[in-house]
Nanobody, 123 residues
Framework: QVQLAESGGGLAQAGGSLRLSCAFS????????MAWFRQAPGKERELVAG???????YYADSVKGRFTISRANAENMVHLQMNSLKPEDTAVYYC?????????????????WGQGTQVTVSS
């Protein structure tokens, strides 16, 4: 069984930065596509960024140029560096994993989820 444990998050001012990390355990990390989703109050959970074992990345248009996803296969870790934060980035951020190598934007495609970490950006 895959387990995902997020860390990071917290409070930042607009224009600031935060870094999220996700520790993966329980299966072969390189076999899984890793992603970060977020869910703001009253909104659906949406895919923010994803990365496969060869570090091919995907970004939602709303975060392109500001967020960077990376993975360290030797450490079973995935990170999300968030720069130039905006108040609209405020949400609970979730680490997610699915077997395979291709990006899938649909939430049900992801089999495993972390507990979520709150990111709040003040204006």
């Amino acid at each position: 069984q895959v387990q995902l444990a997020e860390s990071g998050g917290g409070l930042a001012q607009a224009g600031g930065s935060l870094r999220l990390s996700c520790a993966f355990s329980g299966r072969t990390f390189s076999s899984y596509y890793m992603a970060w989703f977020r869910q703001a109050p009253g909104k659906e959970r949406e895919l923010v960024a994803g990365v496969n074992w060869s570090s091919a990345t995907y970004y939602a248009d709303s975060v392109k140029g500001r967020f960077t996803i990376s993975r360290a296969n030797a450490e079973n870790m995935v990170h999300l560096q968030m720069n130039s934060l905006k108040p609209e980035d405020t949400a609970v951020y979730y680490c997610a994993a699915r077997p395979g190598f291709l990006v899938v934007r649909d939430r049900p495609a992801y089999d495993f989820w972390g507990q979520g970490t709150q990111v709040t950006v003040s204006s």
